[in-house]
């Protein structure tokens, strides 16, 4: 692009970032240097402060920067339930809901065999330490309603039936304001066969 | 999203790179700290060398680490041919044609009035005093064929003529490769005006 090494380094550097290809790359860099230098400064602070300080809480795995996050040393909440969910985002939406008190463990990933991401690269076992630990009496397996996740929820489910845990599942339905004529038939049958 | 406040920082950060939202934001914080912290690390240190390092080239204001860019040092150049571009990433384009041979002038942007940048903020006046140096004979106007691009175009050329020079622009006309039949009715109609 130019006789700037230094230029064509930080193109190079932003292409790593997921979703952005070599145009919007070099928008990127050419933005941050022409207009928004500051951008770029504050962007290079932030990228070492958090990878210096986040870390995974030591329960439920989350992105933290104490050894035990917030939501695990929250004593006004229900420690008897325990949520698994794939990413800190799903956690998050979980959390505004508003109608889940309990505490979470996060699988910061799913399984994905083909991607060489089995029950060990997940770090199942901790999981189920956590499940059998006395005090957890109900697992809600809230992994995401992809096949992915789908494949997930089932593996950690036989898992815990066999150290005697029977896990429950977000249940599959018809999404509210949602009209019959415009919802997908798979959707349909499921909330049909769980009808209540 | 959890109580890692330079998790929220990076997020923040990443969201004022063009084209990121705040899903985007968060799924490139995630995907940095959970699987390629070397790459955080290293675009980290590659803003910060490039705010420090690249600055304009003070002939033809594109990036360079340099006072002149390599371009503008060529000794094998044609120093009588100066082509007016918007950005480096079009300077790159009219480059890899390997058809343009003299030198350049990089706008660093375009006359947009609504954003406040006008013939001033463009920094018209350096490329007025380039063309009027006496080395220059001809100036090629290649900004974009957009209404800004156009605009500016016509301004830097009148602007030109009232110092007694006749700019060029780039043609008009049909793409290589194209059918009539998916031609744009505009473009065709500046091509038959333009036949030669």
């Known amino acids: 692009m130019s006789d700037a090494n230094s230029l064509d380094a930080l193109i190079q550097a932003l292409k790593r970032l997921p979703g952005v290809g070599i145009k919007s790359a070099q928008r990127m860099a050419f933005h941050l240097l022409q ?55 799903d956690q998050s939406a979980m959390e505004r809901t508003g109608a889940y008190h309990g505490l979470y463990f996060v699988l910061m990933g799913k399984l994905s065999p083909l991607d060489g991401i089995g029950p060990h690269e997940l770090g199942l076992k901790k999981l189920f330490d956590r499940a059998c630990d ?10 995401n309603f992809t ?4 494949a ?45």
């Not at 006395?134 to 992994?143: R, S």
Request: charge should be negative; proline fraction near 3%; glycine fraction near 6%.
């Open 35 to 89: 207009h928004d230098r500051a951008a770029a400064q504050y962007l290079a602070r932030a990228l070492q402060d958090a990878c210096t300080l986040v870390k995974h809480c030591e329960l439920c795995h989350t992105f933290t920067e104490h050894s035990v996050c917030a939501t695990c040393m929250d004593e006004k909440r229900d420690h008897t339930k325990l949520c698994v969910v794939e990413t800190p985002a």
């Open 152 to 196: 997930t929820a089932h593996v950690i489910s036989e898992a815990l039936k066999v150290r005697g845990i029977k896990p429950t599942r977000l249940a599959r339905g018809v999404p509210v304001g949602s009209e019959l004529e415009y919802v997908d038939l798979g959707t349909i049958a499921h909330a049909l066969v769980d009808r209540r």
């Open 134 to 143: 006395g005090e957890v009496q109900e697992v809600i397996l809230a992994t």
């Open 147 to 150: 096949a992915e996740g789908e």
